[in-house]
């Protein structure tokens, strides 16, 4: 493991402060307007959809996050993607299995779930977007370039082939 973070570090560690913010301001919101639609059934199920929807986005952001910290080592893309698939895995079986607990659950309003869940969902696309729009990320990165020039350390500077003076021996 290395202590150098790749580019995209930044970027997600943002997006997730950002997302959790949002995510607060959104359960705020959303268990107002819920309990004003469907009083404390529709309080509930506001809460639930925007926890739920924030807890599988973070989850994406979070594995990339600890898969990085094995940027240096040889076996670096069989480890990112192994965690980052696993947190794909992990959310689908939470997804179906939360989805068949919650069906039929009389303090859940349906339409209000869906809706705090869709709009938890926008609101992360909307994050992401800024974020990476205001992020200065150099095009190619996790690079390093050389220290010196290859042809100061050999003693002098490159022969110019089509340059008659330098040829010449007249400088």
């Given at each position: ?66 898969a990085?910290r ?43 779930f ?58």
């Amino acid at each position: 493991m290395t202590t150098n973070p790749v580019s995209s570090t930044p970027i997600l560690r943002t997006t997730l402060v950002w997302s959790a913010i949002v995510t607060g301001v959104l359960a705020l919101a959303g268990a107002i307007i819920g309990y004003l639609v469907d009083g404390q059934t529709g309080l509930w199920s506001a809460l639930t959809g925007v926890v739920l929807a924030a807890v599988f986005l973070a989850i994406t952001g979070a594995s990339i996050l600890i898969a990085n910290r094995w940027y240096a080592d040889p076996l670096y893309v069989q480890i990112f993607f192994g965690i980052v698939m696993g947190g794909w895995i992990l959310k689908l079986v939470v997804f179906i299995v939360v989805l068949v607990v919650l069906r039929g659950q009389p303090w859940l309003n349906a339409q209000i779930f869906f809706v705090a869940v869709v709009v938890s969902i926008i609101a992360s696309l909307v994050i992401d977007v800024v974020v990476l729009t205001r992020m200065r990320i150099p095009h190619v990165s996790d690079i390093t370039l050389p220290t010196e020039d290859p042809d100061d350390a050999v003693g002098g500077a490159p022969v110019v082939e089509n340059d008659p003076e330098a040829n010449s021996g007249t400088r």
